[in-house]
């Protein structure tokens, strides 16, 4: 198992690594430059055409290890990678036409909200639906820390479930948003899952491959993505992380465990309800300096500091960390033991 694992890593970074040399430069000869928010940060216009949609460098090494080191599962009748994903796939396909449209447009605006938001919550319950036929969900949900399981209606599930996927995995295309960061967040995620796998045994190798390719994937991304970056994911990177996370975390059975593992996705996207609803409520006034988080620190916050991107990256992912080592002790006694 562990010889695998390591194999999923290594391939996913080369694979990453490699199709970069190439994708990198064909972006920037097909002008696939992002559109910077005009209301960010001023200093954030000096990153006008950086290349995007550079998570097809991970998407196609994540693809590639589940379906050669995956390989042997699938004989087994093991197919859990595989929904997977193709669950994380098809909201890298929502977030590549989100892509396009703000190419097509020259601007920063893709797809209309109601549009993302209907086809994410298609695309969630549809794949809730696969899970409930293969036997990799049922309607209990287990609380960490507490170790107990709450069953519920199977409707009501469905529908909180639903709810769950689509706010992670607008959490993390919220995450991105300066250099490294989304994917400097979710590799700790991501080994906290293969932790687990090494914890709970050879019938999560399927889903471990996956978290170790992501893994593996996005270090190999981090080649080009890490400040100054020479490419942006896209939310064609973006919406397929958070695609893959969810589905990690329903597949593993614990789906409670995002907002603790996940804890920075939490704070940015609470940052930006908070700000959109205060700035409403008291007409025009703000709690933080920007939204999402990193941007309020990325200006000063309010102790004055303006955090660097470096700095950022290792905020963040440093927390993650903790949190996941955290998130492990709360799951450990899952299933006994």
């Given at each position: ?6 194999l ?8 990453s690594?490699g ?8 972006l920037?000869r ?5 559109a910077i ?9 000096s ?5 995007t949609?550079?998570g097809?460098?991970f998407?196609?090494a994540?693809?590639?290890?589940c ?43 893709g ?13 969630s ?30 409707a ?8 769950v ?25 991501c ?8 914890y709970?045994?050879?019938?999560f190798?399927a889903?471990?491959i ?15 993505n890490?400040?100054?970056?020479k ?10 992380l958070?695609?893959?996370?969810a ?20 704070v ?11 700035f ?9 300096r920007m ?6 620190l ?5 102790t ?17 960390f ?8 709360g ?7």
């Open positions: 198992m562990t010889g695998k694992l390591i999923a890593l290594a391939i996913a970074f080369f694979i690594s199709v970069g040399l190439f994708l990198v430069p064909w920037r097909i002008k696939a430059g992002q928010r005009e209301d960010g940060p001023v200093w954030h216009q990153k006008a055409g950086t290349p949609m550079g097809l460098m998407i196609a994540i693809a590639a290890v379906l050669s080191v995956g390989f042997s599962c699938m004989l087994e009748g093991e197919y859990g990678h595989i929904f997977c994903l193709l669950f994380a796939m098809v909201f890298g396909g929502i977030g590549f036409l989100d892509d396009y449209e703000k190419l097509r447009k020259k601007q920063n605006l797809l209309r909200a109601r549009e993302k938001f209907l086809l994410q919550l298609a695309v319950i549809a794949f809730l639906f696969l899970l409930r036929r293969f036997g990799y969900l049922k309607p209990n949900l287990y609380i960490p820390f507490l170790n107990v399981s709450w069953q519920m209606p199977e009501v599930y469905f529908a909180f479930a639903a709810f996927i689509v706010a992670t995995v607008n959490a993390v295309n919220l995450t991105d948003g300066v250099d490294g960061l989304a994917a400097g967040t979710t590799i700790p995620v080994m906290f899952f293969v932790i687990l796998t090494y709970w045994g050879e019938r190798l889903l471990g996956f978290a170790s390719a992501i893994i593996g994937g996005l270090m190999g991304f981090l080649v080009y890490f400040n100054p970056a490419v942006f994911m896209g939310d064609t990177g973006s919406l397929f958070g695609g893959a996370v589905a990690l975390a329903f597949t593993f059975d614990i789906p409670m465990i995002i907002p603790f593992v996940g804890l920075m996705y939490v940015e996207v609470l940052s930006d309800v908070i700000q959109v609803v205060y409403k409520i008291t007409h025009g006034k703000r709690i933080f939204a999402p988080f990193h941007h309020h990325e200006m000063g916050g309010w004055g500091k303006k955090w660097t991107e470096k700095e950022l990256f290792v905020l963040f992912s440093g927390i993650t903790v949190m996941a080592a955290v998130s492990f002790w799951v450990s006694g899952r299933f006994g033991m």
